[in-house]
């Protein structure tokens, strides 16, 4: 008689720990049992992590059909897996999808096994908040790209607006100020023509941009650094460029060193007066 009092406490105290654990899983849980030679399954388990993901007490599920209890669950695909396990007993994972019906929507992952009972086992991982996440970002991203491809579209427009104003400053220097100044200058003086040269240069340089272009690109360079990068790409020698401005030679050979450093031209062999050319084209 004491053996026999002792093998059921042993089997509750058994049953008792199987129950704390199942219901510990952070993993959903839910039990199934096949009725109808497999056509449909009985809830005879379901833990904690299920009552949270699915959002019903267990007492609302057990001894009920899954079908009634889930009515999505053959749109959800999941039905014919449970069938496929409880049939062949192999275990089978059934990959993130959406859950829906008119009470819940969700995303589960599942893993479906056989137990040895013939009782059908899915346990599964409520991913809703991931998936919910992931949408988000992913519209983020989608928002992203449309206000880059705006600001693409913003900065192309603004870039053809500069080039046809930059084409009128052009054209108004050409057919209103050079002839005066061609005119001007063949009525000078030797002195004056050079002058006169000297300024036709100058607006050549402003109609082709060179100045924005150098200071925009590179370091901000001093007004008289810009003023002697226009003579060297026009040409000029340090001497030629010290009597055009009042300098020292030894001044100007300082500054063109100046330059290169502000250009960030290391190589010794780049040509300054090269390199300045292809910023005017």
């Not at 058994?14 to 009985?42: L, T």
């Not at 059908?120 to 989608?142: G, P």
């Not at 870039?159 to 108004?172: H, P």
């Not at 590179?218 to 226009?230: F, K, T, W």
Request: charged share 35%; hydrophobic share 35%.
């Amino acid at each position: 008689m004491k053996r026999k009092r002792i093998i059921p406490a042993a089997l509750y105290g058994s049953e008792h720990s199987f129950r704390a654990i199942f219901d510990s899983m952070s993993n959903a849980v839910a039990v199934y049992r096949a009725v109808e030679n497999g056509r449909n399954f009985i809830i005879t388990g379901f833990n904690r992590a299920a009552e949270r993901a699915e959002k019903i007490k267990r007492h609302m599920v057990i001894g009920r059909k899954v079908t009634e209890v889930f009515p999505g669950v053959k749109d959800f695909g999941i039905f014919k897996v449970f069938q496929k396990v409880w049939h062949t007993g192999k275990p089978e994972h059934y990959p993130v999808s959406m859950y829906k019906d008119e009470r819940i929507v969700g995303w589960r992952e599942n893993h479906i096994f056989k137990l040895s009972s013939g009782e059908v086992v899915a346990i599964y991982e409520d991913v809703t908040e991931r998936k919910e996440k992931e949408k988000a970002l992913l519209e983020q991203s989608k928002a992203l790209e449309q206000k880059n491809i705006a600001l693409k579209e913003v900065m192309e427009q603004i870039s053809v607006e500069k080039s046809e104003q930059a084409k009128k400053i052009t054209s108004n220097l050409e057919n209103i100020i050079m002839p005066k100044l061609r005119r001007l200058k063949s009525r000078a003086s030797e002195t004056q023509k050079t002058l006169c040269e000297s300024i036709e240069k100058d607006i050549k340089n402003v109609a082709s941009g060179f100045g924005i272009k150098i200071s925009g690109k590179h370091i901000a360079l001093s007004r008289r650094e810009l003023e002697i990068c226009s003579l060297i790409k026009d040409g000029y020698k340090n001497k030629d460029i010290a009597e055009e401005l009042y300098l020292s030679a030894k001044t100007v050979e300082t500054i063109r060193k100046s330059i290169r450093r502000k250009l960030r031209i290391k190589n010794k062999e780049v040509n300054l007066h090269t390199y300045l050319q292809t910023l005017q084209q």
